[in-house]
């Protein structure tokens, strides 16, 4: 059996009381980054064995850990932060799983988008989440296929590129189309700008971006 379990994106009270649990029961646990999951095991005396198993590892990990779980054991996959494989490692992991019969199991639990999206007053009964935006190669044809997209979308942006997403924002959505860009959620300075694109655009330029960043972006209007 393998868990996916969401840490804390901010608020350590944000851990349910099941992660918890099977993060002590379990045999091992396997870590995005041990430097900062280490300190989250520690806040709740969580003593079992852990390893990395990042993006650049985790091809050369994946077989290793497969035969441990046919083995047997119960092992735990946790993120940095959030709930692992969504913009973060897991789902090869989950993927090869599935394919060798092993039983995988996600618990509910933090994520950035679904507290940005309801929060944003944008309407989110129907929505497309994109994650990162491609850095350059593809972006601006992902960005013209995106205005044209009906339902609400959302996507993380780093506190560096997040004058040049809005601008871009502008120029293929439109100055008026309505968004709310989230700041460090569930941390002690989380921020929720509304307005329109070219609001939010000069609301940044006055204030430089600081911290991670959730966009939610209105679909475009059908007449």
Do not use: W
Not at 31 to 43: C, F, I
Not at 85 to 99: N, T, Y
Not at 207 to 220: C, L, N, R, S, Y
């Amino acid at each position: 059996m393998i868990y996916l379990i969401p840490t804390p994106i901010g608020n350590l009270e944000d851990i349910t009381l099941r992660a918890i649990r099977l993060l002590k029961e379990v045999d091992l646990i396997l870590a995005e980054d041990t430097r900062v999951s280490s300190k989250l095991l520690k806040h709740f005396e969580i003593d079992t064995p852990y390893q990395s198993f990042h993006m650049h590892n985790e091809h050369k990990k994946v077989q290793s850990v497969l035969n441990q779980l046919k083995g047997g054991k119960k092992v735990a996959l946790i993120s940095d932060a959030g709930t692992p494989g969504i913009s973060d490692p897991g789902f090869l992991m989950v993927r090869e799983a599935i394919k060798e019969g092993i039983e995988v199991q996600c618990l509910p639990g933090p994520t950035a988008l679904i507290p940005a999206l309801v929060q944003s007053g944008i309407p989110c009964d129907r929505f497309v989440f994109e994650g990162f935006l491609p850095p350059k190669k593809g972006r601006q044809t992902r960005l013209e296929q995106m205005a044209e997209q009906e339902r609400t979308q959302v996507f993380y942006e780093s506190p560096h590129k997040l004058i040049k997403t809005l601008e871009q924002i502008v120029t293929y959505f439109g100055s008026d189309r309505t968004i709310a860009v989230i700041r460090e959620i569930s941390k002690l300075y989380e921020s929720t700008f509304r307005g329109t694109a070219s609001e939010g655009l000069h609301f940044f330029q006055t204030q430089p971006p600081k911290g991670e960043f959730v966009i939610v972006i209105e679909g475009k209007k059908t007449s």
